[in-house]
């Protein structure tokens, strides 16, 4: 049985990419050192949130092998005799007896239980958001993004993974306080390294000799290249959109393709959201007063600074996101375009066509997979027979 077992359930886009990137890089070193992150990949630990949370449109097309990951996290735990750690900010939202569910089977793998949150102050927070889900095919402009999420009813989704006091009630349920860790993220300005080290001191292993370079930076947009992606996605019917595509656009595409198309130009709250963000953040700081738990960092840490002078992607113009555009195209090898409207078709049909299958599945009626064994080897058989590819 594990001694303690460190479960860290978000919250999203608080670094949480930053750790999993050197947590993962240096596993090995840390499971020498008493820390061991069960499973052979970090994917694993998505699928084991899947599985948690309920995700059931995911969960019900993988592999018997994929949806046991989270029991074989729990049996990893079980043999170990030092500290594990479970790391994944889909565990975030996890409905409240699903989140219960969980603690009681991870006591079961452990002496002890220990609740790991990160969390970042919204006025960075609410960018970071817009960005990450145009990247996985959003079209929703940034400034009607901010109205959606101040109206709360309008974009529950985005609360389900920042609302910090109710992701606590809903993962502490159970848990003394001194087992609830609440890392900050450091303000603008820190060393780069501190999220990092803040998390080792919670998880109490010595990580000063490590290297600090992530291996797959997790780079952010500029203004105009965000914009130019979301006009992208609008070109895109939704019926189209695959899980390949996104994967492409918001990795290889984002990172080797569209990064550098535009002059550098970093993300601002506009103005007239300040006070009620900086007011939500006043209760969620507020409420983390009145817990006894373990704060890692500085609570001011989540009061954001004064806003910046600067431009939204609402305000970026159309020959700015042509001029992108033709950057874009260049570096896929494709001509410059005649017009927006090209530029924009032309980048949609690249990332369809790049990431579209080699040849269509052999059953368009229905699910591949519901095709029997024998029915698909006869078929095969018969296409050897005559002939056919």
């Given at each position: ?6 479960l ?42 899947a ?8 969960v ?20 170990w ?13 996890s ?6 569910r969980?603690?009681?089977?991870v006591?079961?793998?452990?002496d ?12 960075r ?7 990450q ?16 999420v ?12 920042q ?21 900050t ?6 060393p ?7 998390a ?7 990580v ?25 996605n609008?070109?895109?019917?939704r ?52 817990r ?14 004064a ?23 260049a ?21 369809e ?7 269509p599945?052999?059953v ?26």
């Amino acid at each position: 049985m594990a001694r303690r077992v460190f479960l860290h359930v978000g919250t999203a886009k608080s670094g949480t990419t930053y750790l999993h990137d050197l947590w993962w890089q240096h596993h090995e070193t840390l499971r020498h050192r008493g820390l061991l992150l069960p499973g052979a990949v970090m994917r694993e630990h998505f699928l084991a949130a899947a599985v948690v949370k309920g995700m059931d449109a995911l969960v019900g097309r993988l592999s018997t092998e994929e949806r046991g990951a989270w029991q074989r996290m729990l049996e990893q735990a079980g043999k170990w005799h030092d500290d594990v750690l479970i790391s994944h900010e889909h565990f975030s939202d996890s409905p409240p007896e699903a989140a219960r569910r969980a603690l009681a089977e991870v006591s079961g793998a452990a002496d002890e239980v220990h609740l790991v949150l990160t969390v970042r102050d919204l006025a960075r927070v609410l960018p970071s958001a817009w960005q990450q889900r145009v990247k996985q095919g959003a079209r929703q402009p940034y400034g009607a993004f901010l109205d959606a999420v101040r109206d709360g009813a309008a974009d529950r989704k985005f609360w389900r993974y920042q609302d910090v006091p109710a992701i606590l009630d809903r993962w502490t349920v159970g848990l003394p306080p001194e087992r609830v860790h609440v890392v900050t993220v450091p303000p603008p300005g820190a060393p780069r390294d501190e999220l990092w080290r803040r998390a080792a001191h919670v998880l109490d292993v010595d990580v000063d000799d490590l290297s600090t370079d992530p291996r797959l930076p997790n780079d952010s947009l500029g203004i105009v290249e965000a914009e130019l992606l979301r006009r992208v996605n609008a070109r895109i019917p939704r019926q189209r959109r695959t899980l390949e595509l996104t994967r492409y656009a918001k990795g290889r595409f984002a990172r080797d393709v569209l990064a550098g198309s535009a002059r550098p130009e970093p993300f601002v709250l506009p103005g007239e959201h300040a006070a009620w963000v900086r007011a939500r953040a006043d209760g969620i700081v507020a409420d983390l007063r009145r817990r006894s738990y373990d704060v890692v960092g500085d609570l001011d840490d989540l009061l954001p600074a004064a806003p910046r002078e600067g431009r939204t992607p609402d305000e970026v113009d159309d020959d700015e996101v042509r001029s992108a555009a033709t950057a874009v195209l260049a570096r896929l090898d494709r001509p410059a375009p005649d017009s927006l409207d090209d530029a924009l078709d032309a980048i949609a049909t690249e990332l369809e066509t790049r990431t579209s299958p080699r040849r269509p599945p052999a059953v368009t009626r229905a699910d591949p997979a519901q095709e029997s064994a024998p029915r698909s080897a006869v078929r095969r058989a018969v296409r050897r027979l005559t002939g056919r590819s």
